[in-house]
């Protein structure tokens, strides 16, 4: 399902871009005057111009100077209401005055004349040209053409036959505009005057595709356990006995039910798998460890899990169904039938869109640097003034685009997991700090924002909240190796609580290097904290890289994504990579471009630790 997954992704973009350009020429069409645009405003009519009577033609057909086996057809027609005779002999064409019998050749002279007589505004013809070739402004007729050019506000074009004389079409500029507008709404790049083309032949089994993987999707996403709730609905599979443990609890024999998940068989027996996604594959949180025989990886685990770790028997929960003899090791955190409380202690806003949620535990909490908790999220009705956004972020707040009330319904709650800001402090700790981004709705989407992130920065001091954990696999491993960590946005918070660990809590003296990429200043978290850092251990870089502050002459520092800028200035010149590593947390497209720039350095994945909750 990654392929469809990725598939879907990409064609909605591509296809999505020419639904715009379809719109937008769309709308500049009908604002354009159409009689302007098809030339006829200055084009006179055919009852507009004096009629001839043909039948008092003279001069008899059989008299004209050319023998008559050289004739394949005659036809009687006008040209500027003169009778005329247009013979045809094979391909070609030649004219003779049907009065006088004489010949007639299509001049410049005559072509002008004919095109004044075609012409019916205030213009004064310019000058006019034999096209050898054609013109694309009359695309359906070949071979050579007159233009005859006239100075007037449209900048009228009169194309005339040389063959016979007739007035095929008259341009001016506001064709111009709407014929490439045209040739961008049909997708008619090749000029055919047809939308029935194969560019939008594709685009349309592509949007096909779309809705065909959109349904597939929607279907696959979908497992047995989320029907379980239905009256008399069983799962259908047989019951297998699997051993299951963890580092701090014994494996113990489950009898699991074969037909669904480890992540959703687990649950009927009280032992949760963390997940943000509820076991669709697409947040890499519920990983679990075969201790031999691993059941061979999917697509999904190869996206979310690392090729070492595969090699020792990691696998997600949520695409592995148990199977009898099983034996398989997860986190402490999934045993946890209890939730803890907490109180927050403070809640504030660090940037417009991000927020420090500070707790005090009731018992203190034993953690390691790049834990997270999982917050249980009850259904809510928050009005948007509960978030608190100070004055200075209100423009920001407007342009989101948000219902006055935040809603999320149900019964049941939901579980996200928030990594842990604050290095241990000894063995326990009870005061927590979290950075919470809030996730507003796609532009264009009139969708609710994103459940957790509207729970958790509604907080306020005072408030109760519930947790599991702590849990994570995304922690630092002792070695001398030079750490270097690379993060975005909220991604700030297990980054920050492995640096303040290595250098305050171990002393370590190590290479440390820590770089961060923000859209602009205002975005730049605990700043003033890690350039106190910087300047009191010489052993630690901090860097900054903004990517939209193009317009702040104030900021000296680094510019651009951070993957790029960590590239250029440190990584393509560093000469020991294979000696470093890497730990990266941050938004989703960072993370990816990230892994991808140090998989093409040849930084080996054991080396690459990184974690993004499937955010």
Request: with cysteine; hydrophobic share 40%.
């Amino acid at each position: 399902m990654i392929f469809i997954r990725k598939l879907h992704k990409w064609l909605t973009l591509l296809i999505g871009a020419q639904l715009i350009v379809w719109l937008v020429t769309g709308t500049i069409i009908s604002f354009i005057d159409q009689v302007e645009v098809s030339g006829n405003e200055t084009r006179r009519s055919v009852t507009d111009q004096e009629s001839t009577d043909l039948a008092k033609v003279l001069y008899p057909s059989h008299q004209l100077s050319i023998t008559p086996d050289q004739i394949d057809s005659i036809a009687l027609t006008k040209i500027l209401q003169r009778p005329v005779y247009l013979i045809g002999q094979g391909s070609e064409t030649m004219l003779f005055d049907a009065t006088t019998g004489s010949e007639l050749r299509i001049d410049k002279h005559l072509v002008e004349a004919i095109a004044r007589k075609s012409y019916r505004g205030d213009g004064e013809i310019t000058d006019s040209e034999l096209m050898e070739l054609g013109s694309d402004e009359v695309r359906d007729f070949a071979g050579p053409i007159w233009r005859i050019n006239i100075e007037d506000d449209l900048a009228t074009r009169v194309y005339v036959s040389p063959e016979d004389g007739r007035v095929l079409a008259h341009r001016n500029s506001r064709w111009k505009v709407v014929d490439f507008l045209l040739m961008l709404h049909f997708m008619d790049y090749a000029r055919e005057d047809s939308f029935n083309n194969w560019q939008i032949i594709i685009v349309g089994f592509g949007t096909l595709w779309i809705a065909i993987s959109g349904v597939l999707l929607v279907l696959f996403s979908f497992g047995r356990s989320d029907f379980l709730w239905l009256p008399g609905f069983r799962s259908g599979g047989a019951r297998v006995s699997s051993k299951v443990g963890s580092e701090n609890n014994e494996a113990q024999s489950y009898n699991l039910d074969s037909a669904l998940s480890y992540y959703s068989s687990l649950s009927q027996h009280g032992v949760r798998l963390s997940s943000n996604c509820d076991g669709s594959g697409s947040c890499g949180l519920c990983k679990v460890q075969y201790t031999s025989d691993p059941p061979p990886d999917t697509a999904v685990d190869r996206e979310w899990i690392n090729t070492s770790d595969l090699a020792d028997g990691f696998r997600l929960g949520c695409q592995h169904k148990p199977c009898s003899n099983d034996v398989i090791v997860i986190p402490d955190m999934a045993f946890q039938q209890s939730l803890q409380s907490a109180v927050v202690v403070s809640s504030q806003w660090l940037t417009p869109l991000l927020k420090e949620i500070s707790i005090r535990a009731d018992a203190p909490v034993q953690f390691r640097p790049g834990d997270h908790l999982e917050f249980q999220i009850p259904a809510f009705d928050i009005d948007v003034d509960q978030l608190a956004v100070p004055s200075s972020y209100v423009n920001v707040w407007r342009g989101l685009g948000l219902s006055k009330r935040l809603v999320h319904a149900g019964t049941n709650t939901v579980a996200r997991t928030y990594s842990i800001a604050v290095a241990p402090n000894g063995e326990a700790s009870s005061d927590l700090k979290f950075t919470v981004r809030f996730a507003p709705p796609p532009d264009g989407l009139e969708v609710q924002p994103g459940i957790g992130s509207t729970y958790m920065c509604s907080l306020q001091a005072g408030d109760s909240v519930t947790f599991r954990g702590p849990g994570g696999d995304f922690l630092l491993h002792e070695s001398d190796r030079e750490k270097i960590l690379i993060g975005g946005g909220a991604g700030m918070a297990p980054l920050k609580s492995m640096a303040v660990h290595l250098l305050s809590n171990l002393q370590w003296e190590g290479k440390l290097r820590f770089w961060y990429g923000a859209r602009n200043q205002q975005e730049i978290l605990y700043r003033d904290s890690f350039e106190k850092f910087a300047a009191d251990h010489q052993n630690f870089e901090w860097q900054v890289a903004l990517s939209d502050a193009n317009d702040d002459n104030s900021w000296t520092g680094k510019r651009g994504f951070i993957h790029e800028s960590i590239f250029e200035n440190l990584l393509k010149h560093h000469e020991s990579l294979g000696d470093c590593e890497f730990y990266i947390c941050g938004p989703p497209m960072m993370l990816a471009a990230t892994r991808e720039m140090l998989s093409k350095l040849g930084v080996a994945e054991s080396l690459i630790r990184f974690d993004d909750f499937g955010n």
